[in-house]
Structures are given as C-alpha cells and as structure tokens.
C-alpha cells in the first residue's frame, strides 16, 4: 500500500523505542533499569481516580463538548490566569488528548505549507517537536544551547536565527531533555527578542511547569511567555496532566490561545477526534482544584532524584552534566567515550551504539541524543522519575561498563 512521503520519511520517537526495547528486554526475564521514558513512576493521586470513576459510574458516557466541558476549561483558564499571568477565559481553551496533541494542532494551525515557513526550535529539544513541525510543512531552524551555559540559548542567539521566514518558535522551559529551567530574567529577555517580530507565533510548551527545584537553584520560578504583554495576542500555552499529576496513561493535555485561533484549534479538534473521554472532566477539575498538597510531594522527590543523579553521574569518568534543576531528566555529554570499543565487542561510534551497547551488555536504559538536536549528538538521556534505588543501581551499572569501555 502507498505511505506518503511526509509518513514515510518522519522518524520514529525515539524515547517511545526505548521504552519498547525495555519491555521487550524485560519479557524476556532481563532486570534492566529503565531511565528511558520520561514518565512519573508515582501513581495518579486517589482523589483524581476516585472524580473519573465517580463520573463514570454516574452515566458520563456521552460525547462532550468538542474543546471540553465548561468547568473544567474554566479550571483551566482561572489556573492560567492565576498561576501564570496568562489572561485566559474558558473559551479559549481546548482540552487534548496530551499535550502531543496540543502541539500537533498549534503548528498545523501557525504554518502554511509550501511558504518556506521556519519555526525555532532551541535544542536540546523533545524528540518530537521537530518531525511535527516538518509534518506541518515547515523547516525547523534548530538554536543550539551549549552544555557550558546549562544548554540556554541567548537572546543573541534567538535574534541571529530569526529570518523573514521565521512564523514561529516552540518554547520548552523546563525543559526536556535538558533538566533546566530558564531563570525569569533570561526568559524574559528572549521574549524581548520575540516581541520585536510581529509575525513569530509563539507555542510554549509548560508541561513540566510545576517541577522546578528552587531547593537546587534558589529563586528559580516558571514564567510563561504568554504574560508578556506583547506576546500575549500570539501566545500558544500548552500544558497538561501527564507529567506534574503522574497522569501519562490517562492522556490529558489542554492549550489555550487566542480566541480567534482557539476557534479555528477548536475546528480541527472537530474533525479530528472530538473531545476527550466524558469522564474525566471532573477528573481535570479535582486534579487542577484539590490535589496541591500531592503534587508537592512529588516535587519535594524529584528534586532530591535530581540532587542524588547528579551527584551519581558526576563519578563516571568523560560524563559532563550540566546540574538538572528542573523537569525529570539529566543529560550527559558522552562523547568522550565515542571511538572506543564496548566489553561486548561493540565500537561505540556515536549516542546511539553507545546507548545499544549499554543495554544488550548492561542492562540500563537509556535514550541516545541524536533525535533531540543536531548539538545533543553526544549526549544520553537518563530520566530519573524513577526510585533512588534504581538511581544508585543503574548509574552503578553504567559506571562499572565504562570503566571497561578500552
Ligand atoms: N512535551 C514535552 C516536553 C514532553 O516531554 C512530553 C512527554 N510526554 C509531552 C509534551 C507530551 O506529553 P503528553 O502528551 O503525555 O501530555
Ligand atoms: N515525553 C516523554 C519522554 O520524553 C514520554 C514519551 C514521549 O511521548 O516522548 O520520554
């Protein structure tokens, strides 16, 4: 049968391989320490099972409003405008199936394909913005970040990538792969630089807003680019349930935006897959309203995690890793091992073999830095949303599999 060749020629997500080779490996009876998806290992808090489960038995069977059900893209709307400065009222916000699915809309709706369109994309980046951008019909203008700067791009840097074609950048802070999160001033110095382009849409992907570890970088707070008053009438804000309420199954995410482009993200909604599952609305809106106290506390062991690889990766001969201060994940620079040859026999030529060889011959996931920019190509990522033990075990097998790596 034909595939198009937008299909065809797109990459396959990279961290949903690995997480496919881990259980691969793991029918098989291996015991292999996954740092490969990034995903909360804590179950979804009670008290949010217990709204979904609730509803459902109530009889919330039936379709629901396309963008979502009224109290919760309420929910939604008062969080932004509370928590995040970004002025929102309940219609113009779409509720998702994840926030992939936010960002799979936001640029089909910014870019005209056929136009020589570019959107920015800082990197290191997630390893799916750029095959959506490019499905969208747009050329991905990679900014690299350094490992020397915590891998943050400058507001010189953004400014020199910006061209007449630019329509759009996608935003990550905190960031994955990267572990950080922008200090306020800096974003608000790149959104300075943004303001002065009229045309440059802006789709700032906060999913991971509510893991940043002040304990780690004092004073380190989330600013979302869409409270910027020039940025505000051109701001896509896309955030979700998987990451801050363990809720990655469950497959809620939400954006809003504008309200003349909510309506047209509204319309492809539509016609796309229509809304979410009834039952969990009120699922959303006990999430969003009565579960602090739970996401503090995973906050509270994330950023210990955080403190503990760091501390872990650090005692590994050729790692550099920038300190992770936010999000789940720590993203060493290896190359430093690349041309030799692994205990298994294997030559370690790149990102890729080295993390192959570490999991046929070490038992330890990880996901290889190619897919995540052209400037990650050295680098592994370990999530570490995964128990101390697992961090102390697994970084302990990685550790012994250098040291022999001749
Ligand atoms: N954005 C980033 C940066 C991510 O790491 C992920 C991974 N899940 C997503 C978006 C998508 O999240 P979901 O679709 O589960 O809401
Ligand atoms: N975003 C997570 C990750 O990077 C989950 C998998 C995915 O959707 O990419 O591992």
Same mark, same amino acid.
């Given at each position: 049968?034909?595939?198009?060749?937008?299909?065809?020629?797109?990459?396959?997500?990279?961290?949903?391989?690995?997480?496919?080779?881990?259980?691969?490996?793991?029918?098989?009876? !291996?015991? &292999?320490?996954?740092?490969?998806?990034? $995903?909360?290992? +804590?179950?979804?808090?009670?008290?949010?099972?217990? #709204? /979904? *489960?609730?509803?459902?038995?109530?009889?919330?069977?039936?379709?629901?409003?396309?963008?979502?059900?009224?109290?919760?893209?309420?929910?939604?709307?008062?969080?932004?405008?509370?928590?995040?400065?970004?002025?929102?009222?309940?219609?113009?916000?779409?509720?998702?199936?994840?926030?992939?699915?936010?960002?799979?809309?936001?640029?089909?709706?910014?870019?005209?394909?056929?136009?020589?369109?570019?959107?920015?994309?800082?990197?290191?980046?997630?390893?799916?913005?750029?095959?959506?951008?490019?499905?969208?019909?747009? !050329?991905? &203008?990679?900014?690299?970040?350094?490992? $020397?700067?915590? +891998?943050?791009?400058?507001?010189?840097?953004?400014? #020199? /990538? *910006?061209?007449?074609?630019?329509?759009?950048?996608?935003?990550?802070?905190?960031?994955?792969?990267?572990?950080?999160?922008?200090?306020?001033?800096?974003?608000?110095?790149?959104?300075?630089?943004?303001?002065?382009?009229?045309?440059?849409?802006?789709?700032?992907?906060?999913?991971?807003?509510?893991?940043?570890?002040?304990?780690?970088?004092?004073?380190?707070?989330?600013?979302?680019?869409?409270?910027?008053?020039?940025?505000?009438?051109?701001?896509?804000?896309?955030?979700?349930?998987?990451?801050?309420?363990?809720?990655?199954?469950?497959?809620?995410?939400?954006?809003?935006?504008?309200?003349?482009?909510?309506?047209?993200?509204?319309?492809?909604?539509?016609?796309?897959?229509?809304?979410?599952?009834?039952?969990?609305?009120?699922?959303?809106?006990?999430?969003?309203?009565?579960?602090?106290?739970?996401?503090?506390?995973?906050?509270?062991?994330?950023?210990?995690?955080?403190?503990?690889?760091?501390?872990?990766?650090?005692?590994?001969?050729?790692?550099?890793?920038?300190?992770?201060?936010?999000?789940?994940?720590?993203?060493?620079?290896?190359?430093?091992?690349?041309?030799?040859?692994?205990?298994?026999?294997?030559?370690?030529?790149?990102?890729?073999?080295?993390?192959?060889?570490?999991?046929?011959?070490?038992?330890?996931?990880?996901?290889?830095?190619?897919?995540?920019?052209?400037?990650?190509?050295?680098?592994?990522?370990?999530?570490?949303?995964?128990?101390?033990?697992?961090?102390?075990?697994?970084?302990?097998?990685?550790?012994?599999?250098?040291?022999?790596?001749?």
């Amino acid at each position: 049968m034909f595939v198009s060749s937008r299909i065809a020629s797109m990459s396959e997500s990279a961290t949903l391989a690995v997480g496919a080779k881990v259980a691969a490996a793991r029918a098989k009876g !291996r015991d &292999v320490v996954a740092f490969a998806m990034g $995903e909360p290992d +804590f179950d979804t808090p009670g008290n949010i099972k217990r #709204a /979904a *489960i609730d509803a459902l038995e109530k009889g919330m069977t039936k379709y629901a409003p396309t963008p979502g059900d009224k109290a919760a893209r309420e929910a939604i709307a008062a969080k932004l405008t509370n928590e995040n400065g970004v002025a929102t009222s309940f219609d113009q916000v779409t509720v998702t199936v994840g926030a992939k699915h936010a960002i799979y809309m936001a640029l089909q709706a910014i870019i005209e394909p056929g136009r020589g369109d570019e959107v920015l994309l800082p990197t290191p980046a997630w390893v799916s913005y750029k095959p959506l951008i490019e499905l969208a019909g747009a !050329r991905c &203008v990679e900014v690299a970040g350094s490992v $020397e700067r915590g +891998f943050r791009i400058t507001p010189a840097e953004l400014a #020199a /990538a *910006i061209t007449p074609r630019t329509v759009g950048i996608v935003w990550n802070s905190p960031s994955n792969p990267c572990g950080i999160a922008y200090p306020a001033d800096e974003v608000r110095a790149l959104c300075e630089v943004l303001a002065r382009h009229e045309r440059i849409a802006v789709i700032s992907d906060e999913i991971y807003e509510k893991l940043i570890y002040p304990e780690i970088d004092p004073g380190l707070a989330h600013v979302s680019p869409g409270a910027h008053p020039a940025l505000a009438a051109r701001t896509i804000t896309v955030n979700g349930m998987s990451k801050s309420y363990a809720m990655t199954g469950w497959r809620i995410g939400y954006m809003a935006a504008p309200k003349a482009m909510a309506t047209e993200l509204i319309k492809l909604q539509g016609q796309m897959t229509n809304s979410i599952p009834s039952f969990f609305y009120p699922a959303i809106l006990e999430a969003l309203t009565n579960s602090a106290a739970g996401v503090e506390a995973m906050r509270v062991k994330f950023a210990a995690r955080a403190r503990l690889i760091h501390d872990e990766l650090a005692t590994i001969p050729g790692f550099r890793t920038p300190r992770p201060n936010a999000a789940f994940y720590a993203f060493p620079d290896v190359s430093a091992h690349f041309g030799k040859t692994s205990p298994g026999g294997v030559r370690i030529d790149g990102a890729q073999s080295f993390a192959d060889a570490l999991l046929a011959e070490a038992d330890v996931a990880v996901v290889p830095g190619e897919d995540f920019g052209a400037c990650a190509r050295g680098h592994i990522r370990f999530s570490f949303a995964c128990s101390d033990e697992n961090i102390v075990k697994g970084v302990g097998r990685v550790r012994a599999w250098v040291a022999k790596l001749a």
